[in-house]
């Protein structure tokens, strides 16, 4: 995205306020210009919201579709009740380990390069804020939820924890960034609007 945006806008600096994981989608802040991209790091910095959907019964080795099976047990959803409950137990401060398959750089490398090569490398658990967690579905493929959680908080990795607290297994089928901050997904512009506009001579930060 970035590499099409700075074309469009003929060569400009660009940069973005925080990766999405392949599989993922939603909002992602762009910064055009040298004055918009040094205030990325601040951007970087604010909460983040997300709607996630979780498919029950199966880990995958990067805790997505995009992954291989690596444990299963195809029982049933736990129920609204457990859900709600496990839920709750993740709200407020806790430790997160970031997965293998992350942007996390270790010893100067991203875990998801060491990851590629085969190598076992592993993060340091780090604090994060959960700040809102609610159930927003459940069925018997999975659970939906939606999550307000700090900077540096893998979602992946909390669907993770989340199935490991009722006994199960479990990966995100769908993960959508609705907010950062005070921006809201449904206040966005598609990629290619912006590189329509940028191409038509708006290069506007």
């Not at 995958?60 to 049933?76: L, M, R």
């Amino acid at each position: 995205m970035v590499k099409q945006i700075r074309r469009a806008a003929g060569g400009l600096k660009t940069g973005h306020a925080g990766t999405l994981d392949p599989f993922a989608e939603g909002l992602l802040i762009v910064g055009i210009g040298r004055a918009a991209t040094r205030r990325l790091g601040d951007y970087m910095k604010l909460e983040k919201e997300y709607f996630a959907a979780v498919a029950w019964g199966a880990a995958t080795d990067t805790g997505d579709p995009t992954g291989k099976i690596v444990a299963e047990a195809y029982e049933a959803t736990p129920g609204e009740g457990q859900i709600i409950e496990a839920l709750r137990r993740f709200q407020g401060v806790v430790e997160q380990t970031p997965p293998a398959y992350s942007a996390v750089k270790v010893g100067g490398v991203r875990l998801y390069k060491a990851a590629r090569r085969g190598e076992r490398v592993e993060a340091k658990p780090r604090p994060v804020e959960i700040r809102e967690l609610e159930l927003v579905n459940r069925d018997d493929q999975g659970f939906e939820f939606r999550v307000v959680c700090s900077h540096g908080t893998y979602v992946r990795t909390l669907a993770e924890d989340l199935a490991q607290a009722l006994g199960g297994y479990a990966h995100l089928k769908r993960l959508i960034r609705t907010r950062i901050g005070e921006f809201h997904l449904e206040d966005a512009e598609s990629l290619e609007g912006v590189v329509e506009r940028l191409t038509a001579g708006g290069k506007r930060s």
